[in-house]
Structures are given as structure tokens and as C-alpha cells.
């Protein structure tokens, strides 16, 4: 399938592959484990594979804290078997899309290392570093600031996710080269965690950190750039995760003629019954919903492209939240499954969205919070 003239068509499956199939009986899942499973995705008629992050790193956040952005994670495999993956995957006329970490890197990450190991250190810059901080609250909760030495260094999620200065050309430069890496590897695209964030406001102003720095002032300068360094004249799908951002903000992300990026994910749907987190949900105004799903569909009619889905790996099991994961499990699961793909956009199927799945553990019986991951 040629994704540049057909992703418009394709359908995308989302694995999280530390649950999807363990094939070494370890109990974390693997990329052999993806690989023994592609006749079963083919089958089902999916497109493109989205890999969750498999890159090496201490799993502080799932991996989505990276130490190395050029190797896999040994609870994943190893690079062989990446490429043992990706072949099939090509075989079987699919795509693959990796996940794409670049607001931050682990701490353990050597850029990192190094930007912490002096204050006259070259990679100083590549990250955040001030001599005392702002009021911003990391979206974890707490300061977004953490002190290493006589200065502190912002980390808008985990202390152990640093934020990296895009504001230094050096670090823009040397991400897109490893873009590069992949894309020379063979890989098919990306999909680009919290992408609008990198862009931080002119002199860290005190304040609400995720409405400063959600589509910062040069973060479509930034998008254009790597458009052009990266990504221009390949056969390639990439979708930008930007929390906040409106339909308004979407047209300029995924207006072709701005070299930016193909499709953005919206979060306003699965705000609509949110409480304090995505466990905590308030019941569903269905007129609500409607009504926000054809905003984006009017929107985004004539300029950009929809990305369409109900799970994710931050979400809650859409037949357990807004269906009937009891006596009409199967006939709800179904109904959710026609809207999501009669809509106008490129759906995405969360593992195990296929079969109908509810949440593992229901919110309202548990003090714990837990994931659909």
C-alpha cells in the first residue's frame, strides 16, 4: 500500500508491546512475540503497525524515558529481531510506525549525563537549566523542576525525563539525524509523543505549564524544519500527539501546504467525562460527544486530516467507559466500532479493541489506579 498517496485509507493498530505476546515465557512481551502474531493482524486487515517505544531505557515511564534512542530495550529483543520484525511486517504489505520520544530523553540518557556532569559542560544547553525555578507543576504532579548540583533542570513529566532544549539547533540537528537512522532502517513513520510541547515560552514565565507550553511559539517552525530535514519526498505517515490543541490548532499541524505533519491526536472527545484522572470519569453527556465529533469533522473538511480513535494506551477501555462490557459487550463493542470507522480520518485500533475488551480491573472496586495498558 502506498502510504503516500493511500494512508488516508489505511487502518492503524496500536501495540503495546510489553503485553501484546511474550514469546520467551518471561512475562513481558516482545518483538518476537509481534512477529508470531502478524498473519493474525493481516488477517484482520490492518495497515500500519504503531509500536509503543521498544527503545533501550530504565522504564521509569513505560519508555517513554529513552537512554538510547538507537537500540531496543533487552526486555524487547534486540535489533536483529527489530529487523526480523519489520521485514515481515513489509512482507505482509504493512507498514511499521515507531513512536517518536522527543520532549524529553531519560535521565540516564548520555546527552543528558553529560549536560548534568558541569555547568561548562558542551551539552549544557541541550537541556533546561536554571539557577532557581518557576512555579510550573509537572504533569505527574510536583515541581517540573529538579535540583542536580547548584542549578535545577525542568522535566515537565517524571524528575527522570529532563526536557530538552529545542531551542539549541545542536539537539534539533542531532534528533532528526536519528530519525534518519530509522527511516534508513526501513521504518515507515512515526507517531510523535507530546509533540507540541517542545516549544517552551520566551523566558519560562510562571504559570500553567501545560497551557504555556502546549503549541509554544516556535513549535510549527520547528515541525516545518524537521519536515524538511527528515521527513519531505518520503513515503512515510506521521501523527503528532498534542494535548490541548483545538481543532483551530489541528488545521495548521496537518495542512499539507505547511510541511508540518500528516494528522494530529485530539484529546477534547476524551475529555468530555474526565474527573481528576482517566480513572476518575464523570457519566457521558451523549449530545456532548456528538457534538464534539462533528466539530472535528466539519473543521477539519476542507484543510488537514482526522486521526480517529477510542483507545490508547492512556485510556480506559472505551467498551468499559462509554459501552457495556456486561450483558452487551459484543453488540456495544460493534456499535463503537462503526462510528469510530465511518468517520472521516485514519482510525486507530488499540490491541485487543478487536475482540471487545474491557478494563482488566473496574475503577470504582480498586484504590489503585490502573491501565488499560
Not at 520520544?101 to 548534568?116: A, G, I, K, L, Y
Not at 529532563?162 to 515507515?188: F, I, K, S, T
Not at 495542512?255 to 474526565?274: C, I, K, Q, W
Request: aromatic letters at 10%; charged letters at 25%.
Amino acid at each position: 500500500m502506498p502510504l503516500m498517496s493511500g494512508w488516508k485509507s489505511a487502518v492503524v493498530y496500536q501495540i503495546y508491546p510489553r503485553s501484546f505476546a511474550d514469546s520467551n515465557g518471561d512475562g513481558i512481551g516482545d518483538l518476537p512475540g509481534i512477529t508470531a502474531r502478524l498473519d493474525h493482524l493481516a488477517l484482520l486487515g490492518v495497515d500500519v503497525l504503531w509500536l509503543s517505544p521498544i527503545y533501550r531505557s530504565p522504564q521509569d515511564d513505560n519508555g517513554y524515558d529513552i537512554s538510547d534512542y538507537q537500540d531496543i530495550d533487552p526486555a524487547f529483543g534486540t535489533l536483529a529481531d527489530f529487523d526480523e520484525l519489520l521485514a515481515a511486517v513489509h512482507t505482509r504489505g504493512m507498514k511499521l510506525v515507531m513512536d517518536l520520544v522527543v520532549n524529553h530523553t531519560s535521565d540516564e540518557h548520555p546527552w543528558f549525563v553529560e549536560s548534568r556532569s558541569s555547568p561548562d559542560n558542551p551539552k549544557r544547553d541541550w537541556y533546561w537549566w536554571r539557577d532557581e525555578p518557576n512555579d510550573w507543576q509537572s504533569f505527574f504532579s510536583g515541581s517540573a523542576w529538579e535540583r542536580a548540583g547548584d542549578q535545577y533542570f525542568l522535566h515537565l513529566f517524571s524528575r527522570r525525563q529532563p526536557d530538552q532544549n529545542w531551542e539549541n539547533p545542536e539537539v534539533r540537528h542531532a534528533l532528526y539525524a536519528m530519525m534518519r537512522w530509522w527511516l534508513a532502517r526501513g521504518v515507515d513513520g512515526f507517531r510523535m509523543d507530546v509533540i507540541n510541547l517542545i516549544s517552551k515560552p520566551d523566558g519560562l514565565p510562571d504559570g500553567d505549564a501545560s497551557a504555556l507550553c502546549a503549541d509554544g511559539p516556535r513549535v510549527h517552525e520547528f515541525l516545518q524544519e524537521m519536515h524538511r530535514e527528515v521527513l519531505a519526498g518520503r513515503d512515510l505517515i506521521t501523527v503528532g500527539e498534542t494535548p490541548g490543541s483545538t481543532v483551530e490548532d489541528a488545521r495548521l499541524y496537518s495542512d499539507p501546504a505547511r510541511g508540518e505533519l500528516d494528522m494530529v491526536f485530539t484529546f477534547e472527545h476524551v475529555g468530555l467525562d474526565a474527573g481528576a484522572t482517566n480513572w476518575d470519569l464523570r457519566p457521558l453527556h451523549l449530545p456532548d460527544l456528538k457534538a464534539n465529533l462533528s466539530a472535528w469533522q466539519d473543521g477539519l473538511a476542507d484543510v488537514g486530516w482526522n486521526s480517529l480513535y477510542w483507545d490508547n494506551h492512556d485510556q480506559p477501555r472505551i467498551v468499559s467507559r462509554w459501552g457495556d462490557d456486561g450483558e452487551h459487550r459484543v453488540a456495544s463493542a460493534k456499535s463503537l466500532a462503526t462510528v469510530l470507522h465511518l468517520l472521516r480520518g485514519t482510525p486507530y485500533v488499540y490491541q485487543g479493541e478487536e475482540l471487545g475488551m474491557t478494563n482488566a480491573t473496574s475503577p470504582a472496586t480498586t484504590s489503585t489506579a490502573t491501565s488499560s495498558r
